[in-house]
């Protein structure tokens, strides 16, 4: 009775404290409520960021054009985690041209939200639900855009959050018994369900369970389906997921109130139970069973605490409390003798590592510092210890230190985060880091550890490999690796190229697929060589897909591993087919030269250049047996000086010293008496020089012009003999004109005297006598002048030099002004060009072509057109009449001495004009021709030389 009188009071309390927690319990659930679903949103915002910070630290590796390296590249970093469905990079019109999951065709992303706003915001873009098309796992991807040097944007590169890992790390923050976790994106579909069916993912999330008007961060009340009240807690991602998703916590209020209950019936029966058995361990327990126990326990406790991991309580484990908390203490000793026995061990790996191994804090402030970390940074412990760890950042790296910690917040290693690091020397070194938070037993971060690895070495070897492998695909030779067996393991363009079978259908296959039946021994031969680690260097031929049989060079050499062990072969292979085919033909064009050689007409003789000043003969063919009258053996093995005598031999030496010095051929005239009598010859001399430039040989030919020497000497002799002719026949010309010119004058004017003194004396028969006399006396005259000037053409001509024909022209109009008026000729002509010529002698050309046209008109008005087209280096004139133009026939008579086509008494003159013109035409290195029909007209056309092309007519 006693006991129950005592727990009365401690049941009221009980009571009255229950309905306090009730209320505490209502306030803190819906406390928790919003604050899980702020720290699930939280928690997704990490993981948005991580992943911008993944996709930044890779954006250099995943915008590479090469898609090989880029697809292999994501393929690792897809390994490394299983957040991610999928990794890849699109350029900025959308078409994905990187990706971890291969898909063909490859989709256009360019109208996803995640692109859009990716390029949109230059940040991190996050998308909507969607079956990632590669995987086919439900995802939401995150974008982030990459850049040239010049900071203009590429493409976005991009991360596919795999949803069904997102649910289940959702699930590990421990949301309340009963309580259901939602996440959903932008357009309130369902991400992350959790703990209900995932059939629900991808499904929009009914009103009645989140109302779509709540903004921001809260709490509020909703009426479940059932009619019962539910709480919910709700939460939206912000900064760079931009409200990207929206995280809530719903739990019914019959499970909020359901632990209160429950407590509120059992403390009234604890509390009595708690009284009674206060009393009874009272009465029970003495000094042996409580003092001294917990007096042990306590000793234990002052030597653990003092660093003795020996120390145990020594007591017996009983069932009792005393027992049980002896066997507890007992095992924590345990525990911590084994943990500080693991830390020592882990100490030591760390010491031992050969990757920098440094824990900085939560404010970034250095912990430790291994011996690696030493080595690798150049900073001792001492220095480094309390330094903030950003002090190891290259410059244009400082943008991660803003991001490293948001790694640690979400409790994600991540690894291969591959980055620039700064030594105490200032030199840059690549490195690769692993990041992984350091927490205490309770989960709380206490800060983060680097596991730094340099890739100095290994970047070297990738850029080795990867030069090693573009030497082998650009090779103009095949190369083929293989194995042991004959095996094909290898097989690079030009391989494709040579025997036509591509790399796919190559690889795996015999050797055999290329060797010709009748070759199959060779092959095992060489197989067997390799497999002793002997190399090879033979020619033989191998077969096309085509079944064409081709001529190639092998060189086998054998392949080895790390250990030095043979493990396979690899051949280059060279199509020698038109070496052969160039061999033969060299073999037969030698041959054709050493018959020419032989038989040639002109002395070939060969010399050998010994200590750069000294000639030996090595050889010399028949013709210079023959025009030197000496035999081979006198000559073959001497000195140049032991064959060629003084004071032809130091001649002959200083032109075989200038084809060395100035390294071209040196060519002379010789004239030398040998057995056979005197001789004319031109000699060339060639200097031949190896691949270091040094001169070895010379190569001499002479070929003998004596006869062609002495018939140039009588031509020459022959030109002299009529020149002085000409000029002989020239003075004679004139004298004679002089001469003839005189008495004419004097025929002429005695017999128009007669007529003045005595013509009416004289019958009409008479005066026609004298003007018979007259006439013959004035033709006479003007023949003998022509005849003078057409002597006179080469003689009394002026050196050519630029003329412009336009102004010869014009003097030449100018001069037969009279016979135009008369005429009414239309004389016609504009840019004409600038030639090589004597201008006095043009303006007699054009005068003469002019009168020519006025005197042999038709009854219409003369017409002349004067034109010039440019052929090649030389200008074509024309000058075109409407005369009367005149049988072709008589083409070449026209431009004869005294040729003339009509009579004296029809048109006038000596017959000479044209055959002057063309004198003068000829003596300028040109030419006259006519074409003519009869009352149409005549084209005379001459062709002068041309200046230069800036001195030519627009």
């Known amino acids: 009775m006693l006991l129950l009188i005592s727990a009365l009071p401690v049941s009221v309390v009980t009571l009255l404290n229950t309905q306090e927690l009730r209320r505490q319990t209502a306030d803190d659930s819906r406390a928790e409520l919003g604050n899980l679903a702020k720290s699930v949103a939280e928690h997704q915002e990490r993981i948005i960021e991580g992943t911008g910070i993944l996709l930044l630290a890779e954006a250099d590796a995943l915008k590479t054009s090469d898609p090989v390296l880029c697809g292999s590249r994501v393929t690792r970093v897809l390994s490394d985690t299983s957040l991610y469905a999928n990794i890849g990079a699109a350029n900025t019109r959308g078409e994905i041209f990187c990706s971890a999951l291969q898909r063909e065709p490859r989709p256009k992303v360019a109208d996803r939200s995640w692109f859009s706003r990716s390029l949109k915001a230059k940040g991190v873009g996050v998308g909507e639900y969607q079956i990632e098309p590669a995987s086919g796992k439900p995802s939401i991807i995150v974008g982030y855009p990459f850049r ?135 009465w029970v327990f003495s000094e042996r069973l409580i003092i001294s126990p917990v007096g042990a ?34 095992e924590m000793a345990d525990a911590r003798q084994q943990v500080e026995a693991a830390r020592s061990r882990l100490v030591a790996v760390v010491e031992s590592s050969n990757d920098a191994v440094i824990s900085t804090s939560t404010e970034g402030v250095i912990t430790s510092w291994n011996a690696a970390a030493e080595r690798l940074y150049g900073y001792s412990a001492a220095e480094a210890l309390g330094q903030p760890g950003d002090f190891l950042i290259a410059p244009d ?30 030199r840059h070194i690549p490195v690769s880091v692993k990041i992984f938070p350091l927490l205490d037993p309770a989960g709380q971060i206490l800060g983060q550890a680097d596991i730094t690895t340099d890739i100095s070495a290994r970047l070297k070897a990738e850029a080795t490999e990867t030069r090693l492998a573009a030497l082998v695909e650009s090779s103009a030779d095949a190369i083929i690796g293989y194995t042991l067996e004959g095996v094909v393991t290898d097989w690079n363009r030009a391989a494709e190229r040579l025997y036509g079978y591509s790399a796919n259908e190559a690889m ?41 049989m081709v001529d190639v060079s092998i060189v086998t050499s054998p392949v080895r ?39 040639m007409n002109d002395a070939v003789f060969y010399l050998g250049v010994e200590h750069g000043d000294q000639f030996r003969f090595i050889s010399v063919n028949p013709a210079f047996t023959k025009a030197t009258g000496l035999t081979a053996i006198a000559v073959v093995g001497k000195l140049i000086q032991e064959v060629v005598p003084e004071p032809s031999l130091q001649w002959v030496l200083d032109r075989y010293k200038e084809a060395i010095r100035e390294k071209k051929i040196i060519q002379w005239n010789d004239h030398s008496n040998y057995l056979g009598g005197a001789k004319h010859g031109e000699v060339s001399i060639a200097p031949v020089f190896d691949a270091e430039g040094r001169c070895t040989n010379l190569v001499g030919t002479r070929h003998d012009v004596t006869e062609q020497q002495q018939a140039a000497d009588a031509l020459a002799q022959r030109a002299r003999d009529l020149q002085r002719s000409n000029e002989q026949l020239e003075q004679f010309a004139y004298v004679a004109s002089h001469d003839l010119q005189e008495p004419l004058r004097m025929v002429a004017s005695y017999t128009q005297l007669l007529r003045r003194r005595y ?24 023949l003998i002048k022509d005849l003078l000037e057409f002597s006179r053409v080469d003689r009394r001509g002026a050196p050519l030099k630029p003329v412009s024909l336009d102004e010869v022209v014009k003097m030449a109009v100018d001069s037969c002004q009279l016979l135009i008026q008369d005429s009414g000729a239309e004389v016609i002509y504009a840019e004409l060009p600038v030639v090589l010529g004597d201008q006095v002698q043009l303006m007699q050309v054009f005068q003469n072509l002019l009168a020519n046209a006025i005197k042999f008109r038709r009854d219409v008005a003369p017409r002349i057109v004067i034109e010039a087209t440019r052929e090649g280096g030389m ?15 008589f083409n070449e008579r026209i431009f004869e001495m005294f040729e003339r086509l009509h009579t004296r008494k029809d048109y006038p003159g000596t017959g000479i004009g044209l055959a002057i013109v063309r004198r003068i035409v000829e003596r300028h290195g040109g030419a006259i021709s006519a074409r003519s029909q009869p009352g149409v007209g005549s084209v005379f056309t001459i062709t002068l030389k041309a200046t230069s092309e800036r001195e030519a007519p627009l």
């Open 508 to 548: 795996g296959k015999s050797l055999h697929l290329v060797t010709p039946p009748d070759r199959r021994d060779e092959l095992h031969r060489i197989l067997g060589q390799i497999a002793a680690g002997e190399s090879a260097h033979f020619e033989t031929v191998r077969m096309t897909k085509e079944g064409r």
């Open 561 to 599: 591993d790390t250990a030095g062990n043979v493990v396979g072969g690899s051949s280059i292979i060279r199509d020698v087919t038109e070496q052969k085919r160039l061999m033969e033909a060299l073999r037969q064009s030698e041959s054709q030269l050493s018959l020419v050689y032989t038989q």
């Open 148 to 282: 040239n040097y010049d900071g203009e944007v590429q493409g976005v590169v991009f991360a596919a959050i795999d949803l069904t890992w997102l649910s289940n790390v959702t699930g590990e923050i421990n949301p309340p018994t009963g309580s259901v976790l939602t996440l959903t994106d932008r357009e309130v579909t369902i991400l992350v369900r959790y703990p209900e069916s995932s059939d629900l993912v991808g499904q929009k999330l009914p009103e009645v369970e989140l109302p779509a008007d709540l903004v921001g961060d809260g709490t509020t009340s909703v009426a479940g389906p059932d009619g019962s009240l539910r709480w919910v807690g709700f939460a939206r991602t912000s900064f760079i997921s931009d409200g990207a998703m929206t995280a809530s916590i719903s739990l019914s209020e019959e499970n909020v109130f359901a632990d209160v209950d429950s407590l509120q019936q059992k403390n009234l029966a604890t509390q009595v139970l708690r009284g009674v058995l206060i009393i009874v361990l009272t």
């Open 759 to 782: 013509g009416e004396q004289l019958d009409a028969a008479a005066n026609e006598y004298i003007d018979f006399a007259v006439d013959g006396a004035n033709r006479m005259q003007s």
């Open 875 to 889: 200008w074509s004139i024309r000058v075109v009449d409407n005369g009367i133009g005149f049988n072709e026939r």
């Open 397 to 426: 790296r400082i943008f991660e230190i803003a991001h490293l910690p948001i790694a640690v917040g979400v409790r994600q290693v991540f690894s291969n985060f591959e980055t620039v690091r700064v030594t105490k020397g200032g």
């Open 297 to 330: 326990l306590a000793s234990a406790a002052r030597r653990l605490a003092a660093g003795d991991l020996t120390a145990r309580t020594g007591l017996t484990h009983g069932s009792d409390e005393l027992g049980e908390l002896a066997r507890a203490f007992d």
